[in-house]
């Protein structure tokens, strides 16, 4: 409507315009600025037809077609033929044929022909050589069929190899009869087909091969938007997974949305975006920056860093698990010490590893063995650490000299012995000159209890050990390894001398 009162409008003005004062600007302008307003829709309306055909195809996929591990040719190609496709069922199906260069008619023909029959008359040389030429060329059709076939599986096995992970992995298409069969080549070399695998390796193929399908057709530099995708994968094949998210995406932009960690690469966060909907009548928010109202919409994110920090855990062959974080200041400081001094000491190429709590200790070393590497576990002989260091599963797992106690390197007096025991003169001299901690009469009066024991007792809420060992740190940068007691240096000495050997 609008569009036909513009241009009757123009047209008026153009009958009228003759009859228009050429002296009389105002007039002029006047005409102008309608002219103007009246032709607004037709340009407006021609910038809108340009927009739209560059808008690219959009498609959205939240369900994915699966790849049918028995195909019945024949009755494939009928049923395309006749327009009576069951789309669920036969779409993936097709998909396959199509990326592999087949048509479902094309491979049924190559065997729609029966064996040729002897002839009545065997005896006559005319008949039986005919009869071999018959035999001959009928089974040529059949196994060009086969090699043809032959070279499909190359082709789709080395496809699934590059998105699956596994050199070893091996699919084979086989034709019997009018019946063709994805199968698997498991590692003993038995044929299982396609649907005895793992849901996840039947979902991974199927999306492969209908999206190579789709992408290089029809749907070629569309704007693909997925839905989950990779749900039924195990964790760290979905991290494999966003390879072929990248291989699709040569040809065709995609969109993910996911809820996983591992579909989000911490090399990639330049391209997430954070989606979140906190109030229905607002509507869902789509954010440029990694920030979010939200915190359970930046969970993915915080759980993909994690883990790729947590991984990092795995860099060193030689690995020495203690129970927390002022273990590993204590035992980085004193072998700081040492290796200025000349003295040997806890060897560079050895990774330590607080477990934050001497119960997880357990925990971080069979993580770390899984991965084949050398681990010693240090715990004190306190309660906890005495605990944990007759666990079954870390007994079964490391050898005795392997799991190092404290009280086995502690000289003195102190019944169930911490590390910090093995400082316990500095320590308590520290306290005093660094911090104003004065413990040094109930530790003289008291030698068999436990010195952090003694600073928590007499210190109270003001008492950290964090700040203990922090001050002891600080206090090495001026002292040597001289200046802790001849007892303390025996004791460090036997316990490097025990962490080297049990990751020699």
């Given at each position: 409507m609008v569009k036909q009162l513009a241009e009757r409008l123009d047209a008026w003005l153009e009958r009228a315009l003759p009859v228009i004062d050429e002296n009389n600007d105002k007039a002029e302008a006047q005409f102008d600025r309608i002219r103007a307003a009246a032709r607004y829709h037709q340009v407006r309306n021609q910038a809108w037809q340009i927009l739209v055909s560059r808008v690219p195809v959009f498609v959205y996929y939240s369900q994915y077609f699966s790849v049918r591990p028995r195909i019945h040719l024949a009755n494939l190609a009928q049923r395309q033929a006749s327009g009576e496709m069951d789309q669920d069922y036969d779409f993936g199906n097709l998909c396959l044929l199509d990326l592999l260069g087949f048509t479902a008619k094309e491979l049924s023909e190559m065997d729609s022909q029966p064996a040729p029959a002897l002839p009545p008359n065997q005896g006559d040389q005319n008949q039986m050589a005919a009869y071999r030429e018959q035999v001959g060329a009928w089974q040529a059709q059949r196994d060009k069929r086969q090699y043809e076939l032959n070279s499909a599986s190359v082709l789709l096995t080395k496809m699934i190899r590059k998105v699956w992970g596994d050199e070893q992995l091996q699919?084979?298409?086989?034709?019997?009869?009018?019946?063709?069969?994805?199968?698997?080549?498991?590692?003993?070399?038995?044929?299982?087909?396609?649907?005895?695998?793992?849901?996840?390796?039947?979902?991974?193929?199927?999306?492969?091969?209908?999206?190579?399908?789709?992408?290089?057709?029809?749907?070629?530099?569309?704007?693909?938007?997925?839905?989950?995708?990779?749900?039924?994968?195990?964790?760290?094949?979905?991290?494999?997974?966003?390879?072929?998210?990248?291989?699709?995406?040569?040809?065709?932009?995609?969109?993910?949305?996911?809820?996983?960690?591992?579909?989000?690469?911490?090399?990639?966060?330049?391209?997430?975006?954070?989606?979140?909907?906190?109030?229905?009548?607002?509507?869902?928010?789509?954010?440029?920056?990694?920030?979010?109202?939200?915190?359970?919409?930046?969970?993915?994110?915080?759980?993909?860093?994690?883990?790729?920090?947590?991984?990092?855990?795995?860099?060193?062959?030689?690995?020495?698990?203690?129970?927390?974080?002022?273990?590993?200041?204590?035992?980085?400081?004193?072998?700081?010490?040492?290796?200025?001094?000349?003295?040997?000491?806890?060897?560079?190429?050895?990774?330590?590893?607080?477990?934050?709590?001497?119960?997880?200790?357990?925990?971080?070393?069979?993580?770390?063995?899984?991965?084949?590497?050398?681990?010693?576990?240090?715990?004190?002989?306190?309660?906890a650490g005495e605990k944990a260091a007759t666990q079954d599963e870390l007994v079964r797992l490391l050898k005795s000299n392997q799991i190092l106690r404290t009280k086995d390197h502690y000289r003195g007096p102190v019944t169930g012995p911490e590390i910090e025991d093995l400082l316990r003169d500095t320590l308590v001299e520290v306290a005093r000159t660094e911090l104003s901690w004065d413990v040094t009469t109930t530790a003289a009066a008291q030698p068999t209890r436990r010195i952090i024991e003694i600073f928590k007792a007499e210190i109270g809420a003001g008492f950290s050990k964090y700040k203990l060992i922090k001050a002891f740190l600080r206090w090495l940068t001026t002292h040597e390894w001289t200046d802790l007691t001849a007892t303390e240096q025996q004791a460090w000495a036997s316990l490097t001398a025990a962490i080297n050997k049990g990751l020699s």
């Open positions: 699919l084979r298409l086989v034709v019997d009869g009018q019946y063709l069969k994805a199968v698997v080549v498991d590692d003993l070399g038995v044929e299982v087909e396609l649907d005895q695998r793992s849901e996840g390796f039947r979902w991974l193929v199927s999306f492969f091969v209908v999206f190579h399908a789709q992408a290089k057709g029809k749907l070629n530099n569309a704007i693909l938007l997925l839905d989950e995708p990779g749900l039924h994968l195990h964790a760290l094949k979905q991290r494999e997974f966003r390879s072929t998210v990248s291989q699709l995406a040569e040809n065709n932009q995609i969109i993910y949305t996911t809820h996983s960690p591992f579909m989000v690469g911490s090399d990639e966060l330049h391209l997430v975006r954070l989606v979140e909907m906190t109030d229905r009548t607002v509507g869902t928010k789509v954010h440029g920056r990694l920030v979010s109202d939200d915190p359970r919409s930046v969970f993915p994110l915080q759980a993909a860093l994690g883990y790729d920090l947590a991984q990092s855990m795995f860099s060193q062959r030689r690995n020495l698990v203690v129970e927390g974080l002022t273990d590993m200041w204590l035992i980085e400081g004193v072998a700081a010490a040492m290796r200025e001094f000349r003295v040997v000491t806890v060897r560079d190429t050895i990774a330590i590893v607080p477990a934050q709590s001497a119960s997880k200790v357990v925990y971080y070393c069979t993580l770390l063995h899984s991965q084949r590497l050398k681990v010693v576990a240090l715990l004190d002989s306190d309660a």
